[in-house]
């Protein structure tokens, strides 16, 4: 018996370092996604040691593991999500989304030592083909919103990639700031559901400030994006992810601005296969 647990990459619109404060965020998942296979084996573990490791603490039978990725580590893609995600689907393929997306997180806070919220694990989990997943990190609801084909989200990596179980990102800033913060980034994200392309490229800028005011950017990728956000055909671009580093999501008017930046459009969720 094997099981096969397929992924997506996470794409965040809007609400970035909300959820840990029961905020909120608008995201889709990308078509890139991780493999996890696992194969049973009589007795014992076979695979890289931090995903043996991860297995064991899901409490994973004998296998054999096989990981394949398209998405990029340390670039705000949450690749290490991901793979967490697809060691929960293998080791229960009848476990509910949201419980799996807490065992995904418990597993990550205690192996990988990320101290992450429930953003990419649900973003991955409730995705759905042509719509974005509104997220209430204040009690876990969500709801599905149609994305416009006007919409078109490009990536520009910044080439600064970092690991974030090396960085205490909630505590690099003082409390009154984050709750501005979380309160502005909030507004942002019940704004953007509706917004025009022109209307949510300006609070894509608005957040990437913001972010940068609690401290989870950097100069370089600053200098970045104020460059991507002055680009003629450029609605909008901020920092995707934890911070210090990796993706910068751009919003453009058509698939011919930023030709050389590879386009995200929503994809479908996470899921697992079992083969007898």
């Known amino acids: 018996m094997h099981r096969i647990a397929s992924i997506p990459a996470r794409i965040n619109i809007i609400g970035e370092h909300t959820d840990y404060a029961g905020g909120l965020s608008f995201a889709f998942a990308a078509p890139q996604r991780l493999t996890l296979k696992a194969t049973a084996i009589p007795e014992g573990f076979e695979g890289e040691s931090t995903i043996v490791s991860l297995w064991k603490e899901a409490k994973g039978w004998p296998a054999q593991l096989t990981v394949t990725s398209e998405i990029p580590i340390g670039a705000g893609m949450s690749s290490s999500a991901a793979l967490c995600l697809a060691i929960v689907l293998c080791v229960d393929k009848d476990i509910e989304p949201l419980q799996a997306c807490r065992e995904a997180q418990r597993i990550e806070h ?17 995705s759905k083909p042509n719509h974005g997943t509104f997220i209430d990190f204040s009690t876990n609801a969500t709801i599905q919103h149609h994305i416009p084909d006007s919409h078109v989200f490009k990536l520009i990596d910044s080439g600064i990639h970092r690991t974030l179980g090396d960085i205490d990102y909630q505590k690099s800033v003082d409390q009154q700031t984050k709750n501005r913060h979380v309160k502005e980034e909030n507004q942002r994200v019940k704004d953007a559901i509706k917004a025009s392309p022109e209307q949510l490229g300006l609070l894509l800028n608005a957040s990437h400030e913001s972010l940068r005011t609690i401290g989870v950017s950097l100069e370089e990728i ?39 930046a590879l386009r995200v459009h929503p994809s479908k969720a996470g899921f697992v296969q079992e083969f007898l």
């Open 110 to 126: 205690a192996i990988l030592k990320t101290e992450c919220g429930l953003l990419d694990q649900m973003a991955m989990m409730f």
């Open 222 to 260: 600053d200098q970045q994006v104020m460059t991507l956000q002055n680009t003629p055909g450029v609605w909008g671009a901020r920092m995707m992810g934890g911070g210090f580093g990796g993706m910068i999501l751009v919003l453009v008017e058509d698939e011919e601005i930023l030709p050389r």
